[in-house]
């Protein structure tokens, strides 16, 4: 079935370190992922995405990285900011119109 | 910056009473979509739109779901007999689908049932 999670709820740096946000995922089938960016009282924001025939992409200050082989994925935040302090979503997409999100992780960066 | 607009961004309805969420998508996007997010949970994909007619739907959008792109800027989700459970953020998004999925969320508007 399609079941998209993540490891841990909560995640706490502190600013300047990196942030490792991590996703499982359970439908082989999904060909596109997304991790979305969620500050209280907004909807999700876009952050990076990545195709499956990718393992790695690069943006500004994050990286997503797909491990196809155990179904995972992640993503990196490097030198976290206070203004990083949000809940990060993975969302799974088969190529459809529908893209399924994860629980979401909450993300504190202590200053 | 082009953003998605909602409106109203809180409505309080009586349960059984129907409710019409609103939203102007991106204007040169194409590809329309429903989510809604129950208070500390994930954010759950409810309905896609395109070329004018539903593209995909979810076990949540029943038949007291409907959506309608009313004319050319608005994009609409009606429910027709709001029940407690329907309480939640409900999120439109819209994009362009042209080399990727990445979809432009609006600020949600959060339904109260009572």
């Known amino acids: 079935g399609e079941s998209v999670g993540l490891h841990l709820p909560t995640l706490s740096v502190q600013e300047g370190d990196n942030s490792i946000i991590n996703c499982a995922y359970s439908n082989s089938a999904s060909d596109y992922f997304i991790w979305y960016k969620q500050e209280s009282g907004k909807g999700p924001q876009f952050i990076i995405d990545?195709?499956?025939?990718?393992d790695k992409r690069q943006g500004q200050r994050v990286t997503v990285l797909l491990n196809k082989t155990v179904k995972h994925l992640s993503l990196q935040i490097a030198a976290t900011q206070p203004g990083d302090s949000a809940v990060y979503f993975c969302?799974?997409?088969?190529?459809?119109?529908?893209?399924?999100f994860g629980a979401g992780t909450r993300l504190f960066v202590k200053a | 910056e082009p953003e998605v607009t909602q409106t109203p961004s809180h409505q309080v309805t009586q349960m059984g009473q129907e409710v019409i969420l609103r939203c102007v998508p991106i204007?040169?996007?194409?590809?329309f979509y429903w989510y809604r997010q129950i208070l500390g949970q994930k954010v759950e994909f409810l309905v896609s739109?395109?070329?004018?007619?539903?593209?995909?739907k979810s076990e949540i959008f029943d038949d007291q779901f409907s959506v309608e792109r009313p004319d050319g800027s608005n994009f609409t989700l009606k429910i027709r007999s709001t029940k407690l459970e329907d309480s939640a953020m409900y999120f439109c998004?819209?994009?362009?689908?042209?080399?990727?999925?990445?979809?432009?969320f609006g600020q949600g508007t959060r339904l109260t049932v009572v």
């Open positions: 969302a799974e997409n088969t190529g459809g119109f529908k893209t399924i």
């Open positions: 990545i195709r499956s025939n990718m």
């Open positions: 739109f395109y070329n004018n007619e539903i593209s995909e």
């Open positions: 204007s040169n996007h194409l590809y």
């Open positions: 998004a819209s994009s362009a689908r042209t080399d990727g999925f990445e979809a432009f």
